[in-house]
């Protein structure tokens, strides 16, 4: 599942189940490395894994025989959108050096991850991936890829919801930082009628007694 390389904390999330421990994940990578089936890449972000296309071709090949590809698919895209979760959190802090290194060392899987959730017939996974990269988008230098993939999953929306403004707002922000203030100012015009739209859809909350009536 995994693009380009990966550390073994993507490998435990990605790839651990009821057959294989987490446990066991570190001990496997280091037997795969011993065998050069993987390669051991140490970076500036820690250490990493890399295995060949042609074997990852095999793996990818095995996984479809056995009926489990689309399983480790989403699993794959469930990590890399927590990754990106806590990346958007630490980013405006002590550890944005850290985060820098680390998104961009995992490039590959970010757009293997969009390229699934794209695919899915709800479009809430692109929505949400695509939107909580906007500080990687931005930050990183890739502001044009980053309104590619805004574009699909925007294209795909099909309900107001937070990820749809969060979606949004990354386009105006990526448009913006371009000079593009027309579609700047079209995305905030939209992020207003969609919040508009999903306050009208949340029920009023109760309203309390005052205190002493019956």
Not at 6 to 20: G, S
Not at 53 to 81: I, V
Not at 137 to 142: D, L, Q
Not at 187 to 211: K, S, Y
Request: aromatic residues 8%.
């Amino acid at each position: 599942m995994f693009a380009g390389d990966f550390d073994a904390e993507a490998a435990r999330q990605v790839c651990a189940d009821e057959r294989l421990p987490e446990s066991d994940v570190g001990l496997l990578l280091d037997a795969l490395a011993e065998d050069s089936v993987l390669t051991w890449l140490p970076t500036g972000a820690g250490e990493r894994y890399r295995m060949l296309d042609t074997l990852r071709e095999y793996g990818a090949r095995r996984l479809r025989d056995l009926g489990e590809e689309e399983r480790f698919k989403q699993r794959h895209r469930e990590h890399y959108l927590a990754l990106s979760i806590k990346g958007a959190a630490g980013w405006l802090g002590a550890g944005q050096l850290s985060w820098y290194d680390r998104m961009v060392g995992e490039h590959d899987n970010l757009r293997a991850a969009l390229d699934v959730a794209l695919s899915a017939d709800d479009g809430r996974p692109a929505l949400e991936l695509a939107g909580v990269l906007a500080f990687f988008w931005y930050g990183c230098g890739h502001a044009k890829e980053g309104r590619h993939h805004l574009r699909q999953a925007l294209a795909r929306a099909r309900r107001p919801e937070p990820a749809l403004i969060q979606a949004l707002w990354a386009d105006g922000l990526l448009a913006a930082s371009q000079g593009d203030a027309q579609s700047a100012e079209e995305r905030a015009t939209q992020i207003a009628m969609v919040a508009g739209d999903l306050h009208a859809t949340i029920p009023p909350a109760p309203r309390r007694r005052a205190r002493g009536s019956r």
